[in-house]
């Protein structure tokens, strides 16, 4: 918090912060007893896929019970405003591309199933009670980090996504970067996705609080992405150009559950969040680097990586 508490604007206040497991009813109780909240932004939620094939009851748990016991105590105390982190994982495999906000919806692992079951529940709420302003966020492939370096991704154990794979390549924390697939029907055989900034991420979560304050806005989904697809091989080649590393790699056969293209349209958030995203490739790799650079460890030492 005091990292991200210094590189705040100062119009925005962090006036309190506190971590708790929010499948507890009576802690989250406490905390809206004592705090009035206009909105809610739920990001917490595990997020691994592989993870989630071998431990779906714990995703279930924690994603699924997490929720319905905050919409509970969202209700209870009033607060009937919410912007959810969904995931493009709903659209499963998708049979063409871009995928708009309106493609059927089939989560391919439980992580996306969990995802989706958050948004049926929460289409469900917002027809129950016309009070509900909820708004949905399909979050492509959020990377990069915050241009000071002083704020980045840091996961636990073996990294689930590309990004953060590469940085910990880059300094020296892995030997090299496993690629899943090179037969695929892309310009070189490797997986496409829709790779976007976590700055244009987060200016598009400030779009969605002011998007609930309109009248007549009951339950909205909206696609979140450059509406462009890049290739595993093209985001390492802009990687070693901003790093200036050389990144080895071992080619592998596909994963189970991995689609072939997958990026969005991004024409409904455009027109009614005025939103789009502004950083290309260069600018998330850059920053990325410059936090790996600058936070080799992450927020540890070397020896909690051991």
Not at 123 to 143: A, C, H
Not at 208 to 215: Q, T, Y
Request: net charge neutral.
């Amino acid at each position: 918090m005091d990292r991200i508490r210094n590189h705040t604007p100062k119009s925005l206040y962090i006036t309190y912060s506190r971590l708790l497991d929010y499948r507890d009813r009576l802690a989250l109780d406490k905390l809206f007893s004592s705090t009035k909240f206009d909105a809610v932004i739920h990001f917490a939620g595990l997020k691994a896929v592989g993870e989630s094939v071998q431990k779906p009851l714990l995703y279930f748990n924690n994603n699924l019970i997490g929720t319905i016991t905050m919409l509970e105590v969202m209700a209870a105390h009033g607060c009937k405003k919410l912007v959810f982190s969904s995931s493009a994982t709903v659209y499963g495999w998708p049979k063409e591309v871009p995928c708009t906000e309106e493609f059927p919806l089939c989560a391919m692992n439980p992580y996306g199933r969990t995802k989706l079951f958050i948004e049926e529940i929460c289409w469900d709420v917002s027809r129950s009670d016309p009070e509900w302003k909820i708004i949905l966020l399909r979050y492509f492939n959020p990377v990069g980090a915050h241009p000071s370096g002083y704020i980045g991704e840091d996961p636990r154990g073996i990294p689930n996504n590309l990004m953060p794979f590469l940085q910990q390549v880059a300094v020296g924390r892995r030997p090299a970067l496993t690629v899943y697939g090179t037969d695929y029907s892309t310009k070189d055989g490797t997986g496409v996705r829709d790779y976007m900034h976590v700055i244009d991420l987060a200016d598009g979560h400030i779009a969605a609080l002011r998007k609930l304050d309109e009248s007549g806005i009951g339950y909205e989904v909206y696609n979140l992405g450059r509406g462009k697809g890049t290739s595993v091989l093209e985001m390492v080649t802009a990687f070693e150009k901003a790093s200036g590393k050389k990144i080895p790699l071992v080619m592998a056969g596909r994963r189970p559950g991995d689609a072939e293209i997958v990026y969005a349209s991004t024409e409904k958030a455009e027109r009614e969040l005025n939103w789009k995203a502004k950083y290309g490739i260069e600018e998330m790799c850059r920053d990325q680097w410059n936090w790996a650079s600058k936070n080799p460890y992450g927020y540890g030492s070397l020896k909690d990586t051991n």
